[in-house]
C-alpha cells in the first residue's frame, strides 16, 4: 500500500506539471517581507561580497546574520559544528518551471522506453503524457503508474547515475534553451560561497530524489553527494553477472517534502539547523523546524516574481506553490527574496 501510495504522489507530480506547461506564470499579491538591520559588515566590506545581489534589506539581513553568528565573544555567536544551513533546490538554487527538472527527466526515461513496449502507442495514458493533457492523464493515473513503475526500475545505480549524466549533457530547456545545470541562480551561488567562508555546513533537503541531484549538485554548486537529503527511491541489493549490485524497484521509501523534510534533516543530519532556504509550502515546515531552535536563526524564501528574466508565480502555481509559506514569512518576519527587485542578475554567464 505505502508504494502504490508514493508512486500515486509522482503521478499526482506528473499531472500537475502538464498544467504547468501551460500556466507557469501565476502571480500573487502579497508585499515581500523586509528587514530594518542594519548590515554588521562595512560598507566597503559589503560591496564585495554578494555581487549579484541588490543593497537591498533581504541582502543585509542575510550578512546581519553571519556576522552576527560567526563574531566570536559575541552572545549571538555559534560554533563552527552548529553552523548548518539547509537548502531547497528546485526554485531555491535553479530553476523549476515549466516543471522540476527531473520530471522532464522521468517523461524522458518513459519516452525513451516506449519503443520497447508497443502496447503503450494506443495507451489514452501515453498519448495525453505526449500531449501534456493534464486532464486526459488525471483520468489514466493507472496506467500511468504502471508506466512509471517500468521507466524507472530494473536498473543498478551505476546505470541510472549514467543515464542522468547522459541526459544532463544532452537536454536543453525547453524555453531558455540551455542546458539544465547552466538554470542554477547565481546570486544563490555567490551566498553558497560566503556561507563556506564563514564556516557554515551546506545540505540540500530537496523534494527531489537524492540519486537524482547526487550525480551533479558537487559539479554545480560544490556541495558534497553526501551532504544531499531527498526523496528515497526503493533499492535492493543483488548479485548481477557475478558482481554485488544496487538494483532499483518500483516506488519510493520516504518523501523529503512539506513535513517530511525536518525528518530528514534529524535522520541524516542529526542537528537542527540555524539557517533555511526555500521557495514554496513544500518548504513551510523545514522553516519552522530551524527557526524553532535556540538562538540566531535566519529564514529565506525565494519568491519568483520575475516574468521576464526566469518565471513569475506563487499561490496559484501547480507545482510550487507559495501560499502558506509567504502568509507565515509575513507573521514571522522570515525574509522574503524578490528575484526582480533583490537579484541583480540570475543566471551565471552562458559558457
Not at 5 to 16: D, E, K, N, P, S
Not at 120 to 143: F, I, T
Not at 231 to 245: F, H, N, Q, S, V
Not at 272 to 278: H, K, L, T
Request: hydrophobic share 40%.
Amino acid at each position: 500500500m505505502r508504494s502504490n501510495r508514493t508512486l500515486h504522489w509522482l503521478a499526482g507530480l506528473l499531472v500537475c506539471a502538464c498544467v504547468a506547461l501551460t500556466a507557469c506564470a501565476d502571480h500573487g499579491s502579497a508585499t515581500t517581507g523586509t528587514a530594518s538591520a542594519e548590515p554588521a559588515l562595512h560598507a566597503s566590506q559589503s560591496s564585495a561580497v554578494l555581487p549579484s545581489w541588490q543593497d537591498s534589506a533581504a541582502r543585509t539581513a542575510i550578512l546581519t546574520f553571519i556576522a552576527d553568528v560567526t563574531r566570536e565573544g559575541a552572545s549571538t555567536y555559534v560554533p563552527p559544528e552548529a553552523r548548518i544551513a539547509v537548502f531547497d533546490n528546485d526554485g531555491t538554487l535553479w530553476s523549476e518551471q515549466p516543471m522540476p527538472f527531473q520530471l522532464r527527466f522521468m517523461i524522458d526515461q518513459l519516452k525513451a522506453v516506449a519503443p520497447q513496449h508497443p502496447e503503450w502507442k494506443n495507451d489514452p495514458a501515453y498519448q495525453a503524457l505526449l500531449a501534456n493533457d493534464a486532464a486526459a492523464l488525471a483520468k489514466h493515473r493507472k496506467a500511468l503508474l504502471q508506466m512509471l513503475a517500468i521507466a524507472n526500475s530494473g536498473m543498478s545505480t551505476d546505470e541510472y547515475d549514467q543515464s542522468i549524466r547522459d541526459w544532463l549533457a544532452s537536454a536543453r530547456h525547453p524555453k531558455l534553451q540551455r542546458p539544465y545545470t547552466q538554470l542554477v541562480y547565481q546570486p544563490q551561488l555567490e551566498l553558497l560561497d560566503l556561507l563556506r567562508s564563514n564556516g557554515f555546513q551546506i545540505w540540500i533537503v530537496s523534494g527531489g530524489t537524492a540519486e537524482f541531484m547526487r550525480v551533479w549538485v558537487e559539479k554545480a554548486y560544490g556541495i558534497p553527494p553526501e551532504r544531499v537529503v531527498g526523496t528515497e527511491e526503493k533499492l535492493k541489493y543483488a548479485i548481477r553477472d557475478g558482481k554485488p549490485a544496487l538494483m532499483r524497484e518500483p516506488g519510493i521509501d520516504f518523501v523529503d517534502d512539506g513535513p517530511g523534510k525536518p525528518v530528514g534533516i534529524f535522520r541524516a543530519i542529526g542537528r537542527r539547523p540555524i539557517m533555511a532556504v526555500g521557495n514554496s509550502d513544500g518548504d513551510r515546515e523545514m522553516l519552522e523546524y530551524t527557526t524553532s531552535g535556540p538562538g540566531e536563526t535566519l529564514a529565506v524564501l525565494v519568491h519568483h516574481d520575475d516574468s521576464d528574466r526566469e518565471f513569475a508565480y506563487d499561490r496559484q502555481s501547480a507545482l510550487a506553490r507559495l501560499d502558506k509559506a509567504w502568509d507565515e514569512a509575513v507573521a514571522r518576519k522570515w525574509i522574503v527574496v524578490s528575484m526582480k527587485d533583490d537579484w541583480k542578475t540570475i543566471y551565471p554567464a552562458p559558457k
